[in-house]
C-alpha cells in the first residue's frame, strides 16, 4: 500500500510532544512524518498476501486456513506442532503458562521486554547471557546476537536441573542492536544444554534475518539458500515463539511451535483460554493466509537482501555524518549510542529518550528509546535499571519507505549531532506504570 505522510512545523511539534508527555507511543500517527517507532506490523503487505486475505477460510474450527499455515510452517521452521497466537507476547504467554513457574532461571540473549516481562510476572528471572562485545557500540563483530557460553555454562552449572525451563535464544538480538547468533553459537547452546538437560526455546521474530547474515558472514554458509539454513537454525530447538508481524510481514499474527506432542497438549489449554480455539488462537482466516505468504516472502534472498542493505545504506550515511551508532549495522534498525550522542547528560535524566524526543522535534521522526526507560525497575529493589547501552533505535518499517526517505532521517539526525551541546536537560518520570512503563510512562523536561 503506498500512504501519504503529513509534514508538521516545528513550532506544532513542539506542542504535540509536550502534550504527549515527552513519550513518543502517545503521539498520533499524523503527528508524524517518518515512522521509525517499530519495525512490527509496520510493513506493506505484497500483492500476494492481499491477494491471500480474499481466500480466507473463517471456520470457527478446522479451517482451510489453518492448514495452510501449518503446512507452511512445517515446510519452513519444520515442526510438527504449533499453536496461532495474535502476536508474539501472546505466544509467550501461552507457553510459558506450561513451561515457566515461580523461582524458575531463564538464560538467555537479552531477552525482549515483553520475554521478559513474562518471565518476571512469573516471579522467575530472566538472566542476559550475551557476548560482552554487543555492548560496545564502537566494536566490530559479525555475531553480537552470540551467547557467551562461559556465562550460560555457569548459570546451568550453578542452579538445579529443574529450575531452568529452558534457554532463550532470540533471533536476532533485537535489544542489543538487531544482531544475529551465528549457527556455531546456535549450536554449541544446544550442545551446553544437552549437557545440563535443559531444553532450548528460539524467540525468532527476525529469525531470516537472522540467516541472511550467516548466509553474508558465517565460513561455509555462503552457498545455501536462507531456507536451507532456517531449516538448519530451527533443527536445534526445541520450541519456538514467534512475532508474525515482523520477519513474515504481517500487520498482526504470531504463533508458537514446539517438536513434542506432551507440550503442545499441554499449551492447548493456554491457548484456548487466552487467544482462542486451536485452529484460530486469536487470528481470522485471512490473517492466517497472509501469514503463511508472508513467512514464504520473508524467507526470501532478494527481499532479505533488499531490505537489510536499505538499513545498511542509513547506517552508513550516519556514520559518514560522525554520528555514533552501533556496528555492525543490525537487520531491521540503525541502533543511535545515545550515551555517546548526549554523553555531556547524566544517564539519570534518560538520555536516549531526550534523544528520541530532540529528532522529533528537528524533523518528525519517531524513533524509540532501547534504554534505562525500557529496562524498567529492578523488580525485587525497585531501583532503576539502567543497561549497559543507552540506545534510540531507529526501526524500518519492511518494503514503506525509500532510500530518499533514509537520506532525510540521516540529515536530520545530523542536525540534531551538530546542536547536541546546546540540549542541556533531560527529562524526568512524573508517572510510571509497575511493568513494562515505557509504553505509557508520562515525562516531564528536568
Ligand atoms: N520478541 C522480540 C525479539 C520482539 O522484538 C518482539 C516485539 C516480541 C518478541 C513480541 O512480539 O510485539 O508481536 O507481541 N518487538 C516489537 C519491537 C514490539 O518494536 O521491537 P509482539
Not at 386 to 404: F, K, Q, S
Request: neutral net charge; hydrophobic residues 40%; contains cysteine.
Amino acid at each position: 500500500m503506498v500512504e501519504p505522510i503529513r509534514r508538521s512545523t516545528r513550532e506544532e511539534r513542539e506542542q504535540w510532544i509536550k502534550e504527549a508527555n515527552y513519550n513518543l507511543f502517545k503521539l498520533k500517527s499524523d503527528q508524524v512524518f517518518i515512522d521509525l517507532l517499530t519495525d512490527s506490523g509496520t510493513g506493506a503487505m505484497s500483492d500476494r498476501q492481499w491477494s491471500e486475505m480474499m481466500l480466507g477460510d473463517e471456520s470457527y474450527a478446522g479451517a482451510s486456513s489453518y492448514f495452510k499455515m501449518k503446512n507452511t510452517i512445517k515446510e519452513i521452521l519444520g515442526f510438527d506442532h504449533f499453536l496461532p497466537t495474535h502476536q508474539g507476547r501472546a505466544a509467550e504467554n501461552v507457553l510459558f503458562s506450561v513451561l515457566v513457574k515461580a523461582g524458575d532461571v531463564v538464560p538467555g540473549n537479552s531477552h525482549f521486554d515483553t520475554t521478559k516481562g513474562h518471565i518476571e510476572y512469573r516471579k522467575a528471572t530472566a538472566i542476559d547471557c550475551t557476548i560482552d562485545e554487543a555492548f560496545d557500540t564502537t566494536v566490530e563483530h559479525p555475531f553480537k546476537g552470540n551467547i557467551d557460553l562461559n556465562k550460560l555454562e555457569k548459570i546451568l552449572k550453578d542452579t538445579p536441573q529443574e529450575k531452568i525451563p529452558f534457554v532463550v535464544v532470540t533471533l536476532t538480538n533485537n535489544s542489543s542492536g538487531g544482531q544475529p547468533v551465528s549457527m556455531e553459537n546456535i549450536k554449541a547452546v544446544r550442545k551446553l544444554a544437552d549437557k545440563y538437560g535443559a531444553k532450548l526455546m528460539f524467540d525468532s521474530a527476525r529469525f531470516a534475518e537472522n540467516a541472511y547474515f550467516i548466509k553474508k558472514r558465517e565460513p561455509g554458509y555462503a552457498d545455501k539458500t536462507i531456507r536451507e539454513i532456517v531449516l538448519e537454525m530451527f533443527s536445534h530447538a526445541d520450541s519456538m515463539t514467534m512475532s508474525s508481524k515482523k520477519d513474515a510481514i504481517v500487520n498482526i499474527g504470531g504463533f508458537t511451535a514446539m517438536r513434542s506432542k506432551e507440550l503442545y497438549d499441554k499449551a492447548s489449554v493456554f491457548n484456548i483460554m487466552y487467544e482462542g480455539y486451536l485452529t484460530y488462537g486469536g487470528l481470522s482466516g485471512r490473517d492466517m493466509n497472509a501469514l503463511a505468504q508472508g513467512l514464504r516472502e520473508g524467507t526470501e534472498y532478494d527481499y532479505l537482501d533488499t531490505r537489510i542493505s536499505q538499513v545498511a545504506y542509513l547506517g552508513q550515511k550516519l556514520a559518514e555524518y560522525g554520528v555514533p551508532v552501533q556496528h555492525p549495522f543490525g537487520g531491521h534498525a540503525i541502533f543511535v549510542d545515545a550515551k555517546r550522542f548526549l554523553s555531556h547528560l547524566p544517564k539519570e535524566q534518560f538520555q536516549a529518550q531526550t534523544l528520541a524526543v530532540e529528532l522529533y522535534i528537528e524533523a518528525g521522526i519517531r524513533g524509540v528509546e532501547i534504554g534505562a526507560l525500557l529496562a524498567d525497575r529492578d523488580p525485587v529493589t525497585r531501583e532503576n535499571r539502567y543497561p549497559d547501552l543507552e540506545l534510540l533505535r531507529l526501526a524500518i518499517p519492511r518494503r514503506v519507505y525509500t532510500n530518499n526517505h533514509m537520506d532525510y532521517i540521516a540529515a536530520a539526525l545530523a542536525n540534531v549531532y551538530e546542536r547536541r551541546h546546546s540540549i542541556v536537560k533531560g527529562l524526568k518520570i512524573v508517572n510510571e506504570a509497575p511493568i513494562m512503563r515505557h509504553f505509557t510512562v508520562d515525562l516531564a523536561k528536568v
